[in-house]
């Protein structure tokens, strides 16, 4: 079975700061693992995903993400947050063995960026 | 392509009622998926499938049933709704060759 635990569900950073949202993730195989975004009254957007190969991965909007096996850890790091950051984050992890395609999601962190 | 359409956007329900929730695709993607949203809980897997005439149960199929007639469509019914199914209901599809799933706006669904 799988899981995702999102440490924080809410976040609240100064503009121009850091921004890091942890995810932790539990996975009998090789996982694929995503983050989401979701703007207010809005759907989710893929900000980036790991598949496979580099474990650095870049995604829109500035942000990137580092997949590290040992840790069991997909944390989403962005170096200087802008007001437009401010949204509810998701991170999920699907079956590489692509049993239908089926996402699990963490519970999701929101994300305030104060001015 | 107008992608992932959900119809529709806000519904009211009363106890006991039944109702459909529509979700189609253009992109021609096998793999469809319902989640339901609630806070705290990040979004949960209520039905996939995998193809038309094929469907299985996620996380939380309790009080849903789902067909998959064509490709393109994906219908969610709740065949007596209660306030427990008040959330925001998303549709995701995806072609089996890919990892990326594309969702829908979303239906925003109360139960009194």
């Known amino acids: 079975a799988q899981s995702v635990t999102q440490l924080g569900s809410h976040v609240s950073v100064s503009e121009g700061a850091l921004v890091l949202l942890r995810c932790n993730y539990s996975s009998s195989v090789p996982p694929y693992l995503f983050w989401y975004v979701q703007y207010p009254n809005q759907g989710l957007q893929l900000l980036l995903k790991?598949?496979?190969?580099?474990?650095l991965v870049k995604g829109i909007n500035g942000f990137e993400a580092e997949f590290k096996k040992s840790e069991t850890s997909f944390h989403l790091t962005k170096p200087s947050a802008h007001m437009s950051d401010a949204a509810e984050y998701f991170c999920?992890?699907?079956?590489?063995?692509?049993?239908?395609?089926?996402?699990?999601f963490g519970q999701g962190t929101e994300l305030s960026v104060k001015p | 392509n107008a992608g992932v359409t959900q119809t529709p956007k806000f519904q009211v329900l009363k106890t006991g009622q039944s109702m459909t929730l529509q979700c189609a695709q253009d992109m021609n993607h096998e793999y469809m998926s319902w989640y339901r949203q609630d806070p705290g809980m990040g979004l949960r897997l209520i039905h996939y499938s995998v193809g038309a005439g094929i469907t299985d149960q996620g996380e939380v199929p309790n009080g849903y049933n789902v067909s998959r007639s064509t490709t393109e469509d994906f219908p969610l019914r709740l065949l007596s709704a209660a306030p427990s199914q008040t959330s925001v209901y998303f549709c995701?599809?995806?072609?089996?060759?890919?990892?990326?799933?594309?969702f829908g706006p979303g239906t925003r669904l109360l139960v009194l």
């Open positions: 790991y598949t496979t190969g580099a474990t």
């Open positions: 995701a599809s995806r072609p089996p060759q890919q990892e990326t799933q594309y």
């Open positions: 999920a992890v699907s079956d590489s063995h692509n049993q239908g395609g089926k996402l699990i």
